[in-house]
């Protein structure tokens, strides 16, 4: 009794797809307008959706088998709770832009993990984006519709996340990464062959559950602003690396570390994308490991399971490993050989099971499209 003709007794309009991402390097970079690499994964959210003409917006979950039915006039921010509240804030955000939409039946379906940092919340935004843009003739571009995704997730769902994890997935094409400047939205693909370099990208969900909505990513946020405020730059991406120890100097010790990240970060963003672009994708290897001891000491947004994750990857014959996303538990990613890929896991896995941890998931991230009509 759950596929759209009997959910809603018509045939739907369309279906869409939005996918989930992992960040190579770039992590907490988007909010203080510096650079971000993320891939998007083969895993998705999908929308099959019809527009309604009584003004209702309903939306159908796979995942928790539920019908939410809202009136579009209604919708306010912080109205709607839990999962709907992300596609009810996507057609808010529409219609407060001024874009007129009305009501539109949806089932949606998701492989993408939720909970393990792979903005699962991003690709459910960006579905919905890219259905209505279709179904109501908007003409808006994935960069625009991102910005509106990102505009529900701040401001209806109230979540202050910056605008990583919505280009990712409105923006990204296979086989490549989403060299993106978050000042203004420029972007660059760049290849990354990592069959053809003999590698590939392991994915290991710690299971433990992230959360952004519960202070600690704001207050890091606000930090940074301050710390911008402080050194009277419009955000630390300003900040290079040449004037990073004056400005250390003139920060109250508890600034010191988050600023200290965020520069070198951006810097370690450049450096990958030079190695990507010179065809040499193993190098980032180390790159990656120097993101997390960073993101460790001195953003501390991982936690014990994540630092796990990496050491025995590490130990275990990647070439790098990193905790990726916002933090606070979530995912790390590894490279690896693809010929050592099946031992890495393990090893991860074992480790796991030595410190008394839950198993870890293990995926393969191949850099994926973005949101598309799939018919
Ligand atoms: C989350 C946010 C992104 C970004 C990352 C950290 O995924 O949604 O905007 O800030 O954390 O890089």
């Known amino acids: 009794m759950n596929d759209f003709a009997q959910l809603y007794g018509r045939p739907f309009e369309g279906e869409w797809a939005a996918p989930g991402r992992v960040n190579l390097i770039g992590e907490h970079t988007d909010y203080n307008l510096g650079f971000v690499l993320p891939i998007a994964l083969p895993q998705t959210v999908r929308a099959q959706a019809a527009r309604s003409g009584d003004g209702q917006l309903r939306l159908w979950s796979a995942q928790g088998r539920e019908l939410v039915a809202l009136r579009v006039d209604d919708l306010a921010p912080g109205s709607v709770p839990g999962w709907a509240g992300y596609p009810a804030g996507v057609v808010w955000a529409l219609r407060e832009a001024g874009h007129p939409v009305g009501g539109a039946d949806l089932r949606l379906d998701s492989d993408v993990p939720s909970g393990a940092g792979l903005s699962s919340s991003a690709a459910l935004e960006c579905v919905v984006a890219a259905a209505y843009n279709d179904l109501y003739g908007l003409g808006l571009s994935a960069a625009e519709l991102a910005v509106l995704a990102q505009r529900a997730e701040n401001a209806f769902v109230g979540v202050p996340c910056g605008i990583m994890d919505q280009m990712a997935s409105m923006c990204c094409r296979p086989g490549a990464a989403l060299f993106l400047d978050s000042r203004d939205l420029t972007m660059r693909h760049v290849p990354v062959d990592l069959a053809g370099a003999g590698l590939a990208l392991l994915v290991l969900d710690t299971r433990v559950k992230h959360d952004l909505g519960d202070g600690a990513y704001a207050a890091l946020r606000a ?51 030079a190695l990507l672009d010179a065809g040499d994708p193993a190098a980032l290897g180390p790159i990656l490991t120097a993101g997390h001891a960073s993101l460790r000491d001195d953003y501390r947004v991982s936690c014990p399971e994540t630092d796990l994750a990496v050491e025995a990857a590490v130990a275990a014959g990647a070439h790098g490993a990193r905790m990726t996303g916002g933090g606070f538990g979530g995912s790390v990613i590894a490279l690896v050989d693809a010929d050592a890929a099946g031992h890495v896991a393990a ?29």
Do not use: I, K, M
Not at 347 to 375: C, D, I, K, N, S
């Open 223 to 273: 930090g940074c602003e301050r710390a911008a405020a402080l050194l009277g730059l419009p955000a630390l991406r300003s900040l290079q690396p040449s004037g990073l120890a004056d400005a250390l100097a003139q920060l109250p010790p508890e600034l010191v570390p988050l600023v200290r990240h965020v520069v070198t970060e951006n810097a370690r963003v450049e450096a990958a994308v």
């Open 347 to 375: 090893e991860v896995t074992a480790a796991f099971r030595a410190a008394g941890y839950a198993e870890p998931r293990t995926l393969t991230a191949v850099p994926a499209e973005g949101a598309r009509r799939l018919r």
